[in-house]
């Protein structure tokens, strides 16, 4: 999988002998980020139960992997010559050749336990099995290959990986190769009882390197790294596997997503395994500047993100930037939805507000316009959130291309600050603002009444590519259209203002393009690098764009 750092592939006919056995012995004098000696073969077949649309199924799953022997504290622990191979009954293909699939293809995602010293996480093995003939009778053999996150620890001890959940998305075509009807389907598996006591895939010592680290019998504190998605939607950061929470968000692609520690940030990572550092391809040198996104108190689905852009100011025949704004999020447990069209679909549902200052508001912006065609006038604004802000992603999984759509609603009030008219103070009082929030067309009334703003995103996440487009973890473009309500409270000393205002600004057809930017995972132990800052704010910081 690109985007994950690659695998070391130790040499296969190393000579151990005695040259290992001193190695092994001087293993605790030793730099920390050496890592030791040759490579463990990995080759196991377990009963798993998976279940399909038609109903369970026994199936055998065989894991292969090369790992190192032994590493020490700081060092490396690389996979290499991954593979994932699902053996599935006659029956499954029979089912498949009912539909008239010829070919299918596959994608895999192998749940790995990550254990040592009483602490655990899981990581995700992804993998892509190309398009492989249906049998005509026999079982349905699909084996998934890739590149697998690597691993390092500041802890000595015995590490174990466990296989554990598989998933698989499955992409029928027909002898034409087109895609039969449904285009994709679902299959969940579980290791079956005779299972359990046989997971344990590889033991690796982790002897203790040159700096002071916790004894073997130390516990260790649970690592948060990537776990896999659903087959053919990246592993995100942003959205944890259906049933799980708490996976970190990072960029959203189909590559999957690695961690590095910011050696700056006060929330310095703990002791125990994680995803190893990566230098993420294109990330800027330099951050501009930006108003402060603290979140206060994460939890381990926070994010928080930048926006920008502008909005068409139909009346005046302008457009008004926009100010960068911090938003923060906290993302909700992502669900499959098996549609009746015989399509898949991913959603989840975030809530999260605007911040400034500890307000729910966009930073004060000022703008300029020719009021009634003549009067330079300009205006300092502030956008106030009278209501929870509401994410709702939609990713139709149709291997390998998948569509994302994501709505954004949130009801805010323009309020005015400040007028000059011609260069002439304009006294406009403390409470000037729209009367209602601002109102966009609602493609959900009866679920989503009242009037709020409405911002559609449109991306897509095609297999071993960045998401273009707009996705939630990676950012990207909104577009909305909104219509400003009549103006309130605007006057002072007795002047009321409010339908001079309403007059030179309210009413509909106010075209709106939003930025955002790459969101950071607030919470995680070690937030990926290029995503957040030495004190776990967005790094990206978008710009504005018509």
């Known amino acids: 999988m690109r985007g994950q750092r690659a695998a070391l592939r130790p040499g296969r006919a190393q000579t151990r002998g005695a040259a290992i056995a001193a190695l092994v012995a001087l293993a605790p004098l030793l730099p920390a980020a050496a890592v030791a000696l040759g490579p463990q073969e990995v080759d196991t077949r377990l009963p798993y139960l998976c279940t399909l649309p038609s109903g369970p199924q026994p199936a055998t799953v065989r894991i292969r992997a090369t790992l190192p022997d032994r590493v020490s504290v700081g060092g490396t622990i690389e996979a290499a010559d991954v593979s994932t191979t699902l053996e599935l009954p006659a029956a499954v293909a029979a089912e498949l050749t009912t539909l008239e699939a010829a070919t299918v293809r596959a994608e895999t995602a192998l749940t790995v336990g990550v254990g040592q010293n009483g602490g655990s996480t899981d990581v995700g093995w992804l993998g892509t099995a190309p398009p492989t003939p249906v049998p005509g009778d026999g079982p349905l053999v699909l084996t998934g290959t890739g590149d697998v996150p690597a691993l390092t620890t500041d802890t000595a001890g015995e590490l174990t990986l466990r296989a554990g959940n598989l998933t698989v998305g499955l992409a029928p075509s027909k002898a034409d190769g087109t895609p039969t009807g449904p285009t994709s389907l679902a299959v969940s598996c579980v290791p079956g009882p005779d299972a359990e006591d046989r997971t344990l895939l590889a033991s690796i010592p982790v002897a203790p390197g040159s700096s002071a680290t916790p004894s073997p019998g130390a516990p260790s504190t649970p690592p948060t790294v990537p776990s896999p998605a659903p087959p053919s939607v990246p592993a995100r950061p942003s959205a944890a596997p259906p049933g799980q929470t708490g996976a970190p968000a990072g960029r959203e692609t189909a590559r999957g997503t690695t961690g590095a520690p910011d050696p700056a940030s006060p929330a310095a990572p703990g002791k125990g395994p994680r995803v190893a550092a990566e230098d993420p391809p294109g990330a800027p040198a330099v951050r501009p500047k930006a108003p402060p996104c603290v979140t206060e108190k994460p939890t381990s689905t926070s994010l928080s993100a930048y926006i920008t852009g502008y909005s068409n100011v139909r009346k005046l025949d302008g457009a008004s930037l926009i100010p960068v704004s911090c938003v923060q999020l906290e993302q909700g447990e992502p669900v499959i939805d098996f549609r009746p069209d015989g399509t898949l679909h991913l959603l989840q549902k975030s809530e999260g507000s605007l911040l400034y200052q500890g307000r729910k508001q966009s930073p004060p912006f000022t703008s300029t316009f020719l009021t009634f065609g003549f009067a330079p006038t300009t205006a300092t604004l502030v956008l106030e959130q009278a209501g929870p802000l509401v994410v709702e992603s939609d990713v139709l999984l149709v ?56 911002l559609l995103g449109k991306g897509q996440l095609l297999n071993g590519t960045d998401a273009t487009g707009y996705v ?50 607030v919470g995680v132990e070690v937030p990926t690098e290029g995503q957040c800052t030495a004190d776990r704010q967005p790094y990206v910081v978008p710009k504005p764009e018509r």
């Open 472 to 521: 939630l973890t990676s950012g990207g473009p909104l577009t909305g259209e909104v219509t400003v309500p009549a103006f309130k409270g605007c006057g002072a000393g007795g002047e009321n203002l409010d339908r001079l205002l309403t007059a030179a600004i309210s009413g509909p057809g106010n075209h709106i393009r939003q930025i955002q930017g790459q969101t950071c995972a």
């Open 399 to 454: 291997f390998p291309d998948n569509i994302a759509e994501t709505y954004i609603r949130v009801p805010l009030v323009l309020r005015v600050l400040d007028v000059e008219v011609n260069g002439t103070p304009l006294d406009v009082g403390p409470d000037c603002r729209t009367a209602t929030p601002l109102a966009s067309p609602e493609p959900q009334p009866d679920k989503y009444p009242g009037d709020h703003l409405v």
